[in-house]
T-cell receptor, first 113, second 114 residues
Framework: DVKVTQSSRYLVKRTGEKVFLECVQDMDHENMFWYRQDPGLGLRLIYFSYDVKMKEKGDIPEGYSVSREKKERFSLILESASTNQTSMYLC????????????FGPGTRLTVT | AQSVTQLDSQVPVFEEAPVELRCNYSSSVSVYLFWYVQYPNQGLQLLLKYLSGSTLVKGINGFEAEFNKSQTSFHLRKPSVHISDTAEYFCAVRGKTSYGKLTFGQGTILTVHP
């Protein structure tokens, strides 16, 4: 079974803090994704990566950056957290760019106060 | 670019009743279509997908969906729901040239009452 894990289920940070969200997959997948999920808006793609050290902006990259130094790990960084970044963050992975199925982690609920 | 509209934000039904969750999409290119389910406090998992061929697609847990190209729809159905089907359901689309990039709908919360 593919396993995608996220470092925290719940996280509370203060405005202005630098926040790291970590995601690890154990199936040697090339593609990894970061989404945020908000009620009534569904999932929106923040960034994705199709190879180590490669990244592409999704639909809402502003205020976020990412890092992929190893194939199995994809980090989402909030350089200076703001209250409008309070959300559920979901990581996903897929075998390659043609793959039809994305495997999701359990999510990190981030609250910025 | 693609977009997805899920026409109902919440659908309440009684156990053993049939259910249909509606999804319409917009795209300038040919697409692949997906339904994902999210149970409380969990990530998303794939229910079913349409890639090509037969327009009626069967998925896990007794769900099925029908691709209608002329109406640009991909509605999800189940003939008899269970309490355990209570979850949020997401329709998603991917352009055939948009490698790996999914666009999701807003989600439909299905609540099954006893």
């Amino acid at each position: 079974d593919v396993k995608v894990t996220q470092s925290s289920r719940y996280l509370v940070k203060r405005t202005g803090e630098k926040v790291f969200l970590e995601c690890v997959q154990d199936m040697d997948h090339e593609n990894m994704f970061w989404y945020r999920q908000d009620p009534g808006l569904g999932l929106r793609l923040i960034y994705f990566s199709y190879d180590v050290k490669m990244k592409e902006k999704g639909d809402i990259p502003e205020g976020y950056s990412v890092s992929r130094e190893k194939k199995e790990r994809f980090s989402l960084i909030l350089e200076s957290a703001s209250t409008n970044q309070t959300s559920m963050y979901l990581c996903a992975s897929a075998f390659d760019r043609v793959a039809y199925e994305q495997y999701f982690g359990p999510g990190t609920r981030l609250t910025v106060t | 670019a693609q977009s997805v509209t899920q026409l109902d934000s919440q659908v309440p039904v009684f156990e053993e009743a049939p259910v249909e969750l509606r999804c319409n999409y917009s795209s300038s290119v040919s697409v692949y279509l997906f339904w994902y389910v999210q149970y409380p406090n969990q990530g998303l998992q794939l229910l079913l997908k349409y890639l090509s061929g037969s327009t009626l697609v069967k998925g896990i847990n007794g769900f099925e969906a029908e691709f209608n190209k002329s109406q640009t729809s991909f509605h999800l159905r189940k003939p008899s729901v269970h309490i355990s089907d209570t979850a949020e359901y997401f329709c998603a689309v991917r352009g055939k040239t948009s490698y790996g990039k999914l666009t999701f709908g807003q989600g439909t919360i299905l609540t099954v009452h006893p």
